[in-house]
Nanobody, 123 residues
Framework: QVELVESGGGLAQPGGSLRLSCAAS????????MSWYRQAPGKERVLVAS???????DYAESVKGRFTISKDNAKNTVYLQMNNLRPEDTAVYYC?????????????????WGQGTQVTVSS
């Protein structure tokens, strides 16, 4: 069984910072790309940032220059450093990972989601 556990959400003031973490656990053979998505109330879930094992990163235009994604391959963990937060960054943030795991004696490849962590930016 594979599990993604997120942490680090909370309340921040405009201009403030938060750091999200997402750790993958289970019978993991390999973790490829790890990403962060967010979903604001009444809106669709959208990609915020992604990072490959090779170190390639990509960002949504709305967060470029403010957010930084990083990936610790040894710990199967991805981070999202969020600086200069704005009220429009308020959302539930979800971690997503492309994982090859061993389940019931078979290799299984798939995308997994975390449970989500709330980020609220307000004065």
């Amino acid at each position: 069984q594979v599990e993604l556990v997120e942490s680090g959400g909370g309340l921040a003031q405009p201009g403030g910072s938060l750091r999200l973490s997402c750790a993958a656990s289970g019978t993991i053979m390999r973790v490829d790309a790890m990403s962060w998505y967010r979903q604001a109330p009444g809106k669709e879930r959208v990609l915020v940032a992604s990072a490959t094992t090779a170190g390639k990163t990509d960002y949504a235009e709305s967060v470029k220059g403010r957010f930084t994604i990083s990936k610790d391959n040894a710990k199967n963990t991805v981070y999202l450093q969020m600086n200069n937060l704005r009220p429009e960054d308020t959302a539930v943030y979800y971690c997503n990972a492309n994982i090859l795991s061993l389940q019931y004696g078979k290799y299984e490849a798939g995308y997994y989601w975390g449970q989500g962590t709330q980020v609220t930016v307000s004065s």
